[in-house]
């Protein structure tokens, strides 16, 4: 059982039988007033968001899902294929159950595919993955203008912000939680 | 945190800069014990326990005491703690400006107030015009006034009491009348219900209201300050219902303040503040986040 204290992003509960994950979270307290969790929770089979404020002391149950561990293979169209690491079984998910996990999959990763009721909704990326760094403009060394950091897209054709200083061909660690830029894998 | 750096400059200047302020103003500087046996009783403040003695939420109750004892004008500026407020607007360890004043009343604070952020703002070059999350908000005085029934006028379809009554006053709040507060000037929300007084005294002429107001800049709410309440027995009773509320919600109850109010008898009509400094410097400097302002938050310990 979650509390509202529980709530963040990504947490996964259970609302009049359906799983729903957490999409985006903001804790308020108006002066001297009471916490307020407000919400924004997607269905997980369904695809609808909807939003919901909670109270402290308001209660949750955790979805209902099983996790198994799968490796992610190739996708073709708007179909991602992936492959049960214990049965070899191979199951297809849709683009649109992936939402942001899609910009993290490279061949070969190791996921957790979410399934409910026999049906697989989703996946859980581990929280950081290495990615290429395919496009970027180049750093002019002794450039003091340094403080920002530049746009930069990733071989799964993910875009995001990096430090001036990480070139194209290089790798990088990326929280896959927040999608943003973490370290710069050497060698 | 190295990103910080500029953002941290600029928060030793402010901190600096209210001292130079309030010394100016003839305030005492104090510093109260963190470390207290009782916390102010409030419904919705939850303390951080250290050992048997609680972390202060605040330095409220000691200051009053201050000011019972004769000192009649002092300001502190210090850390506190509340159990589990974090968000992007709140961390669990903060630091806020306290200020009392006796023989003043909330109306007068809010004068004292324009005039504070005024002088910070020109003494770290901003000028009469800062911009926060693309909101041009004017400095100029004066600011805006509104009280909390306006406000539900303005900008909902019930009343403040229709929302008390359904426990809808918080989220309506939050979600239908702060954002648009304080736009294009800083703006006082002032008197609250009486359900909300808190340690503030009521209106003699509508005791239906609480002498209370909170400042807005940029829909964030900065300051709460309060014509403050004098009287014991009245004082009691508020703790007594903020604790029973507290009893209902299954919350920590904790012991009551009695040396406070007991020297409270001897305290003089006065007015108090408590201003977020954490809150100011990210509007000052325009940072959406409090993350961006602290040298580190407590997922970075």
Redesign the interface.
């Known amino acids: 059982m979650y509390t509202a204290?529980d709530l963040k992003k990504g947490l996964k509960v259970t609302i009049d039988n359906d799983p729903y994950i957490v999409t985006a979270f903001?804790?308020?307290?108006?002066?001297?007033?009471?916490?307020?969790y407000?919400t924004k929770l997607k269905n997980m089979i369904t695809g609808l968001t909807i939003d919901r404020?909670y109270r402290?002391?308001d209660t949750f149950e955790p979805a209902s899902l099983e996790e198994r561990p799968m490796q992610y293979l190739y996708k073709e169209g708007d179909h991602y294929y992936f492959m049960d690491n214990q049965t070899y079984e191979q199951i297809i998910i849709n683009e649109d159950a992936l939402g942001e996990a899609k910009n993290y999959l490279i061949d070969n990763l190791n996921v957790k595919v979410l399934m409910f009721r026999e049906k697989a909704i989703g996946v859980d990326l581990p929280n950081f993955v290495n990615l290429r760094v395919v496009k970027t403009e180049m750093w002019v060394k002794g450039d003091t203008s340094k403080?920002d950091y530049k746009p930069a897209t990733v071989e799964t054709g993910y875009e995001l912000r990096i430090p001036p200083f990480v070139q194209e061909g290089e790798l990088i660690t990326i929280d896959t939680r927040t999608g943003e830029y973490s370290t710069r894998v050497k060698g | 945190m190295a990103r910080r750096k500029l953002a941290l400059e600029q928060r030793a200047r402010i901190i600096q800069k209210i001292r130079a302020f309030f010394s100016k103003e003839g305030y005492l500087e104090v510093e109260t014990p963190f470390r207290i046996p009782a916390p102010a009783p409030e419904s919705h403040i939850n303390a951080v326990l250290s050992g048997q003695w609680y972390l202060h939420t605040s330095p409220e109750l000691c200051m009053k005491r201050m000011l019972a004892a004769g000192y009649e004008k002092i300001f502190q500026i210090c850390r506190c703690w509340r159990e589990g407020e974090r968000g992007s607007q709140h961390i669990p360890e903060f630091t806020l400006l306290e200020w009392y004043r006796a023989g003043s009343d909330y109306l007068s604070l809010m004068d004292e107030c324009e005039n504070l952020i005024q002088t910070l703002a020109a003494d770290i070059g901003m000028g009469e015009k800062i911009i926060y999350q693309g909101h041009d908000i004017f400095l100029t005085s004066p600011w805006e006034r509104m009280t909390v029934k306006e406000a539900f006028q303005r900008f909902t379809k019930i009343s403040a009491k229709e929302a008390l009554q359904q426990n809808l006053f918080d989220e309506v709040m939050v979600r239908d009348i702060e954002p648009g507060l304080g736009i294009k000037k800083p703006t006082f929300l002032y008197d609250y219900p009486s359900e909300r007084r808190s340690l503030a005294r009521l209106k003699k002429e509508d005791p239906a209201v609480a002498e209370r107001f909170e400042l807005y800049l940029g829909g964030l709410e900065i300051a709460n300050a309060y014509s403050e309440l004098i009287d014991a027995e009245e004082q009691r009773k508020v703790f007594e219902s903020e604790m029973e509320t507290r009893r209902l919600l299954g919350k920590e109850i904790y012991p009551m303040p009695e040396k406070f109010l007991t020297e409270m008898e001897e305290m003089p009509a006065s007015a108090g503040i408590a201003l977020g400094v954490d809150r100011l410097v990210m509007v000052l400097l325009d940072e959406k986040r409090i993350d961006e302002v602290v040298a580190f938050t407590p997922e970075e310990l």
């Open positions: 204290s903001e804790f308020s307290k108006p002066g001297k007033g009471q916490a307020l407000r404020t402290e002391g403080a």
